[in-house]
């Protein structure tokens, strides 16, 4: 499987287990696997790699595919028997006792693992106070744990702190992958690089992402449907997992976002903005050629881009012919060279990805690159 959300991610680092156990939660109908998923991660760092793959595995062996079964197994220990088979709440037997004190435990029910103590109220609020809602959450069973097990206090102590900053981590990668206003997620493990034309090694080089700190260009040309808009949305999200900030536009989109600026004279402000980001991307440039007002704005852009930030362009027009599409021949020359000074250019060549899989679903004929 490919995980796509930074959580997935966490999680299927742990390996098979990990992957059974996703695969069985999607299959078994469980739709809130995302905030599961995270509280699974939280519980990892909790009880350590080792713990938590030993209930992970008993998990999916007996068909519990929810972040409560977990925390079940894991509260119960080692020694308890095996769940029960998925269909009712998660119930752990007793383990048999041996000795004089047998008898007295003879006629005890099955134990439900009761959910830990809640926090004093205090140290709710001074936590929420704080802003460290996952401590607040993972405190109370931490605590609980920390009673049986008695870790080192440092060692409890970065528990709690490796889970908040993993859990903020989380929420920074979210929050920026909504900012980027990507079309649609694509990865670079979807990049199917056997069709590509692009040389593997300008392929590893993109993918590093040493350009964006470098603050040089990536300008994509080529024909519609040969990976430009794809490649530049999975770099822009490999760029946000790895702390990157990112916008995405088209160039029509950029042309009037700038535009808007004219309005009350605050161009000047929403370029500063939009230059807070540390990846620019402008796709299908020369789609819908700008005015003479909007090809001003667009160079007044990239000038204040040059030599600051990243910028991602894609166009299916070739350099020479710019000056087709922008009223101005000097102002597509002055775009150029600003764009291209610290740019990495790379060419794609070959037919379109969408038209070869339609005649492949047709059943008619197909060109090889």
Same mark, same amino acid.
């Given at each position: ?61 007996? +068909? ?106 989380? !929420? ?35 993918? !590093? ?19 430009? !808009? ?81 910028? +991602? ?9 710019? +000056? ?46």
């Amino acid at each position: 499987m490919r995980p796509k959300t930074v959580a997935e991610k966490q999680f299927c680092v742990l390996g098979p287990v990990a992957e059974a156990f996703i695969t069985g939660a999607a299959a078994a109908g469980n739709t809130r696997l995302g905030p599961e998923l995270a509280e699974l991660n939280t519980l990892r760092a909790a009880h350590g790699d080792e713990a938590f793959l030993a209930a992970l595995g008993r998990a999916v062996a007996f +068909g519990r595919w929810r972040a409560a079964d977990i925390r079940s197994i894991l509260a119960a220990g080692a020694g308890t028997a095996d769940p029960t088979a998925a269909g009712d709440a998660l119930v752990l037997e007793l383990p048999v006792v041996r000795g004089p004190f047998a008898g007295r435990l003879r006629h005890r029910r099955p134990v439900v693992n009761a959910p830990a103590p809640a926090l004093a109220p205090d140290l709710v609020d001074g936590l929420r106070r704080l802003k460290l809602a996952a401590m607040r959450q993972l405190a109370p069973e931490l605590l609980v744990t920390a009673k049986t097990q008695r870790p080192a206090p440092e060692e409890l102590l970065r528990t709690l702190i490796e889970a908040e900053i993993a859990a903020r981590d989380a !929420s920074n990668a979210r929050t920026r992958l909504k900012s980027a206003a990507f079309p649609v997620t694509k990865t670079l493990d979807e990049f199917d690089r056997s069709v590509s034309t692009i040389p593997t090694a300008t392929l590893d080089y993109l993918a !590093s992402l040493e350009w964006i700190t470098a603050q040089e260009n990536l300008c994509l040309v080529g024909p519609a449907g040969t990976g430009k !808009s794809h490649l530049l949305v999975a770099l822009g999200v490999a760029a946000v997992a790895a702390g990157h900030r990112v916008r995405y536009f088209t160039a029509a989109e950029l042309v009037e976002t700038l535009y808007r600026g004219l309005a009350d004279n605050s161009v000047g402000r929403v370029i500063d903005t939009l230059l807070r980001n540390e990846l620019i991307i402008c796709d299908e440039v020369g789609f819908a050629p700008p005015d003479d007002t909007g090809a001003q704005l667009l160079f007044r852009f990239v000038a204040a881009a040059y030599e600051r930030r990243a910028l +991602g362009i894609a166009s299916h027009w070739p350099f020479e012919s710019w +000056g087709r599409f922008l009223p101005e021949h000097t102002t597509a020359v002055s775009l150029l060279d600003r764009l291209l000074h610290h740019a990495n250019v790379v060419v794609t060549e070959g037919d379109s990805y969408r038209m070869r899989e339609a005649r492949t679903k047709q059943g008619g004929p197909t060109k090889k690159r």
